[in-house]
């Protein structure tokens, strides 16, 4: 507020417009990505050990079917994608508790994890050496990829691209 030394007080419309002048503006720190990939990092160590794949047998003159699983930590893609996911938890963390860029980070083990996701059905510890037989109703086997495959997967490309995110986002 405006003092004037030696004249009348301010008008009361000086003294509203004193409150309405901008002050300069303090600089935030956004953690939301930072938090973000905190969260995706969680989520794709918990696919880790979901079932990623499957040989599924079924039988429709019998009515029955039979699966075996294959999950995320029972294949060295798996185990690979595991300590990515860690690694992007320890960035994320990173990024909340210091500054919010070390976020940025986890765009290396984000795309680590997309890799080894790949990898693992292009591989040959994926689903290229099972075989698929269809003998009509009698009996079908065919190789599946399960749930936990395309949840780690999105949460791999969702590390990679809220790094990113807070790479570019002003702080």
């Known amino acids: 507020m405006r ?3 030696g004249g009348p007080p301010p008008a009361y419309s000086d003294r509203v417009a004193d409150d309405l002048i901008p002050t300069p503006a303090r600089p935030r720190l956004h953690r939301g990505y930072a938090l973000a990939v905190l969260a995706g990092g969680v989520l794709l160590v918990c696919c880790a050990v979901l079932p990623w ?6 039988s429709n ?3 029955i079917g039979v699966t075996g699983d294959v999950r995320g ?3 060295a893609f798996g185990v690979y994608t595991l300590v990515a996911g860690l690694a992007a938890v320890g960035c994320g963390l990173a990024g909340v508790l210091a500054h919010p860029r070390l ?7 984000g795309g680590v994890a997309v890799l080894s996701l790949v990898m693992f059905v292009a591989g040959g510890s994926g689903l290229r050496d099972r075989v698929s037989v269809d003998l009509g109703d009698l009996l079908s086997i065919e ?3 399960r749930a936990g495959w395309f949840g780690a997967l999105a949460c791999a490309l969702a590390i990679v691209l809220l790094s990113v995110a807070a790479l570019v986002r002003r702080a």
Do not use: E, M, S, W
């Open 143 to 145: 190789p599946v990829v």
């Open 3 to 5: 003092t004037v030394v």
């Open 53 to 58: 794949a499957g040989l599924q047998a079924t």
């Open 61 to 63: 003159l019998i009515g």
């Open 73 to 75: 930590i029972d294949d």
């Open 103 to 109: 976020a940025a980070l986890a765009a290396v083990p």
